[in-house]
């Protein structure tokens, strides 16, 4: 101010200097997200090249009819799993864990974050290979199974599905392209699906777009569930299946999970522990290990780490209300 009114400085000059200021310190912004988004993608680079760099399955493409030697009863047992990933051998994700699961239980995970739960989701569809110890289905060695017969009993919902660019008829007979009309039909009914797909104009043939763009999340997770249940699995995994749905959409999730996993061996890795108070048992896990293991009521009565974390979970309002994003859902 003093240098304009001494006519040292014009406005002009000063608007100048402030407008040049802002491109300035626009561009210092701007390399700044750059140096960021290098930084991600120097991380993802390098994933890519691990994986490249691993041995890959020897898969066989065509529709797989599971022999009777390896047709599944659903009993599963991990023991002693010690497990670090490709890229971290020296950070140790499990470290001797062991749990087991009869024929048609439905046992929950639970834990913090970090403690191992995707892990071992992994390591039963045989993503990984554990560094020592074993898995064993029916009490014969994982590695006794070729993966083809093993994944073809087995289903995965995660809670980011994927679908794929095609009809919603498609989506859903993706793990048994060869299933008929009233199959495909059966299947949605189960998993609540089949009232919206029926209200769009195209029902099953409508295009749901890259990834399932065109369907809201509740609805995309029905249409995972039900290509789950066209599957028919003897293992079930569920991987925080409804944690990021609105209330509405997570009662019809949870109902159509219900069903799926009506007499099958089903792993439910849960964040809302309201949702596995009912499982057969209940696997507390952190930092690798397995801390404690029973039913809800066993484990409430101990002051152990479920218990806190029901404590947690009732103090911020997650035991009756679900975690989920602020957009809205058309369930």
């Known amino acids: 101010v003093n240098l304009i009114q001494t006519g040292e400085l014009t406005i002009g000059s000063l608007t100048m200097f402030v407008i040049f200021s802002m491109f300035v310190g626009g561009t210092f ?4 997200d750059m140096f960021s988004q290098l930084q991600k993608t120097l991380g993802a680079t390098q994933s890519v090249r691990e994986i490249m760099r691993g041995a890959g399955e020897d898969v066989d493409l065509a529709a797989v009819n599971v022999a009777p030697e390896f047709k599944l009863k659903g009993s599963v047992r991990l023991d002693q799993l010690v497990f670090s990933y490709p890229g971290r051998k020296d950070v140790p994700v499990l470290k001797g864990l062991s749990l087991t699961a009869d024929s048609g239980q439905q046992i929950a995970i639970v834990g913090p974050s970090g403690a191992g739960k995707t892990t071992i989701a992994g390591l039963l569809l045989r993503f990984y290979e554990p560094d020592s110890g074993s898995i064993l289905f029916d009490n014969r060695d994982v590695k006794s199974f070729p993966i083809t017969q093993l994944r073809k009993q087995m289903a995965f919902v995660p809670q980011e599905v994927m679908l794929f660019g095609g009809t ?3 989506n859903i007979a993706y793990g048994n392209p ?6 495909i039909i059966a299947a949605a009914k189960k998993a609540n699906a089949h009232e919206f797909i029926d209200r769009f104009p195209e029902g099953y043939q409508t295009i749901v777009g890259e990834r399932g763009i065109k ?6 997770q029905r249409v995972a569930i039900a ?6 699995p003897a293992i079930l995994i ?3 299946a409804t944690s990021s749905l609105d209330s509405n959409s997570e009662q019809l999730v949870q109902e159509a999970l219900e069903n799926l996993m009506k007499g099958r061996t089903s792993f439910v890795i849960a964040h809302r522990l309201s949702t596995i ?3 057969d048992k209940i696997v507390v896990i952190d930092k690798g290990t397995v801390l404690e293991s029973g039913s809800h009521a066993q ?10 974390l029901n404590e947690m979970q009732f103090d911020f309002g997650l035991m009756n209300s679900p975690h989920v994003n602020s957009q809205n859902e058309e369930y």
């Open 29 to 32: 912004a701007g390399f700044a």
């Open 168 to 170: 919603i008829r498609d």
């Open 178 to 183: 060869a299933a008929e009309m009233d199959q």
């Open 215 to 220: 369907l809201s999340g509740g609805q995309r």
């Open 227 to 232: 290509r789950a249940v066209l599957t028919d």
């Open 238 to 240: 569920l991987d925080e």
């Open 277 to 279: 108070r009912n499982a």
């Open 299 to 308: 484990l409430m009565s101990e002051n152990g780490l479920y218990r806190k």
